[in-house]
């Protein structure tokens, strides 16, 4: 086991930048209140009475943390000599050349882990580095199942009105981390998502024509995968969706766009 160095309990240094901190910090609760200043200076004490309490309570606290960390040795003792001969001695060969700091709350620690099956004492971490394996989906039923929205934001609009909805989604295929960008986008190009309030009609033909889903993948996707995203799209969604890469030509109108993956 390892532990450190027994050292007595040491009195309380008083240092003159002690005082001037202890002073400040009287004078800021009064500055603080100005209006109550008189009634606030009434319930402090000078810094000679501050100083003689904790030259009394120093060594308390000190004597208390120090009983409490030996408790704490005590009970990490009763922990280890709860296993057997052959777990004892691994234990303490772990507890030897494992990188936590010679504290007894890390050592209880460990004990716990080993517990409940989190550190494999044969195979401690920090010799042995679990493989990380990124999450995948590989066979998504939803759209849900297969990404997660990070973002969501309005483009195209204006003051006090809705504009287009821009959402943003990660996932993993199978073939590595993609990023979709859906964006609400106009059939007819040369409407808006805005009216100003003075040409704002009752019957108003601004969006009349209906929106389409354009979702634009950044990061490695195959053809397949984005079949795969447009179908989980389109089921979620009744306007058209259409899916493309990052860096393709990207459709102004309805009328452009090419057949999609069939569902």
């Keep these: ?12 240094v008083e240092t003159s930048r002690k005082r001037a901190a202890f002073e400040r910090s009287q004078r800021l609760k009064r500055e603080k209140l100005p209006l109550f200043a008189e009634l606030i200076r009434e ?6 009475t501050e100083m003689a309490r904790r030259h009394k309570s120093w060594p308390i606290a000190q004597q208390q943390g120090r009983d409490a960390r030996a408790a704490k040795w005590r009970e990490a003792r009763r922990r280890l000599w709860s296993h057997g001969h052959n777990m004892r001695q691994l234990l303490r060969a772990l507890w030897r050349e494992c990188p936590y700091p010679a504290d007894p709350t890390y050592l209880l620690d460990l004990f716990h882990q ?11 971490p920090w010799r042995f580095h679990r ?8 066979n998504p039923i939803t759209f849900d199942e297969a990404f997660r929205q990070i973002g969501h934001t309005k483009v195209g609009g204006g003051p006090k009105t809705i504009g287009a909805d821009r959402r943003t989604f990660c996932g993993n295929l199978g073939s590595g981390l993609l990023f979709l960008e859906s964006t609400v986008r106009l059939v007819e190009p040369n409407e808006s998502f805005y009216t100003s309030s003075n040409h704002r009609l ?14 634009e993948v950044f990061g490695k996707a195959s053809d397949e995968d984005l079949c ?5 799209a389109q089921m979620v969604d009744t306007r ?12 102004s109108s309805f009328n452009d766009m090419e057949p999609g993956c069939a569902a």
């Design 1 to 12: 086991m390892r532990f450190n160095r027994w050292r007595r309990v040491e009195g309380y």
């Design 43 to 48: 319930t402090q004490h000078d810094v000679d």
């Design 114 to 124: 080993i517990d409940v099956g989190r550190v494999d004492p044969e195979r401690p």
């Design 131 to 138: 493989e990380i394996t990124p999450r995948i989906t590989p």
């Design 202 to 215: 009752r019957d108003s033909h601004v969006g009349r024509s209906g929106h389409w889903i354009d979702i």
């Design 228 to 232: 795969v995203i447009q179908r989980l």
């Design 240 to 251: 058209p969706v259409s899916v493309r890469l990052s860096g393709n030509w990207a459709r």
